[in-house]
Every structure is written in structure tokens, then in C-alpha cells.
Nanobody, 118 residues
Framework: VQLVESGGGLVQVGGSLRLSCTIS????????MGWYRQAPGKQRDLVAW???????NYTDSVKERFAISLDGIHGTMTLQMSSLEPEDTAVYYC?????????????WGQGTQVTVSS
């Protein structure tokens, strides 16, 4: 299984970005996919996740601003980010956990940089 991210970049405060994560190599239910992010000098934190059943969860700081979605047929997960703030600047990593959400996901993407300028 490989996860390939796309969609990061530079955006001004209040702007929007959409991150995508495409899965290759097969996917078996149940699973959970989502996004972590890591800012310079900080730990990697869970941002949002979605299960193959469609259940979602967000960290408090991104609720009402970010939306995660999943196309299980085509193996693509998307994170729509709006009202971006400088604090959202980080490298974003998509992940896949088989069976259930785990503190150590089974697979990771390579990471994509998101920079929010003020």
C-alpha cells in the first residue's frame, strides 16, 4: 500500500487549500484514514480522521474550518481547509490504519507542506 499526497502550498490568512491522499495497492475494510500535521519543533498531531463507514472526527482547533471526505471506490481522501490561520502551517501527513484508529498508523504518506502567511 502506498499513500500519495498532493495539494499543499502557500496561502494567505483566511484562504483555503485542499489536500488529497490517493491510495494504491489495495484497501480492505474496515479502516480509518486521516491527517496528522507537524509544525517545526513540535510533535506530530492528529488533525482529522474518517472511517470507511463515514464517521469523522476533528481536533478542536480545526472544527468548523476543515472538512474531511473519502471516496472509497477510487481510493481518495480529501481534506478541505478553509479560514486558514498561521497556526495551521505545518507538514501534513495522510495515514491509513487498518481495522481501527491506532496511535501508530500502518501506512503514511510522504507529507505535504502547508504554509499560511500573515
Amino acid at each position: 500500500v502506498q499513500l500519495v499526497e498532493s495539494g499543499g502550498g502557500l496561502v494567505q490568512v483566511g484562504g483555503s487549500l485542499r489536500l488529497s491522499c490517493t491510495i494504491s495497492g489495495g484497501l480492505f475494510e474496515p479502516y480509518v484514514m486521516g491527517w496528522y500535521r507537524q509544525a517545526p519543533g513540535k510533535q506530530r498531531d492528529l488533525v482529522a480522521w474518517i472511517s470507511n463507514f463515514g464517521k469523522t472526527n476533528y481536533t478542536d482547533s480545526v472544527k468548523e474550518r476543515f472538512a474531511i471526505s473519502l471516496d472509497g471506490i477510487h481510493g481518495t481522501m480529501t481534506l478541505q481547509m478553509s479560514s486558514l490561520e498561521p497556526e495551521d502551517t505545518a507538514v501534513y501527513y495522510c495515514f491509513l490504519s487498518l481495522q481501527q484508529l491506532r496511535s501508530s498508523p500502518d501506512f503514511w504518506g510522504q507529507g505535504t507542506q502547508v504554509t499560511v502567511s500573515s
